[in-house]
């Protein structure tokens, strides 16, 4: 990981038409707030979660390998594709 990548990315969305997809409940409509993170074996990890709650829920291609330094690229390419719903996943 390079120093200037952050530890985490997180914002909040709406899922557009469709949603985004997801491991644990399948697809999830409406205001989320989108997390993405490095983790320790260097792969990203991306999930979602409902305002208010404590559950996380890992969108569906989660975890996968992301180059040091484009956490936030990928972050991004996510956050656009949830807007867009279509059962968003993480891309490959």
């Keep these: 990981m390079t120093g200037s990548e952050p530890a985490v990315c997180q914002d909040k969305v709406t899922a557009g038409p469709g949603g985004a997809m997801t491991v644990e409940v399948g697809f999830i409509t409406g205001d989320l ?3 993405t993170s490095r983790r320790t074996d260097g792969l990203v990890h991306v999930a979602v979660q409902y305002p208010g709650v404590e ?3 890992t969108l569906t291609g989660s975890p996968t390998p992301v ?3 484009a956490l936030q690229t990928i972050h991004t390419t996510v956050l656009t594709a949830v807007e867009n719903g279509g059962q968003a996943e993480t891309p490959a």
């Design 33 to 35: 707030t989108l997390r």
């Design 55 to 57: 559950e996380w829920y």
């Design 67 to 69: 180059p040091d330094g």
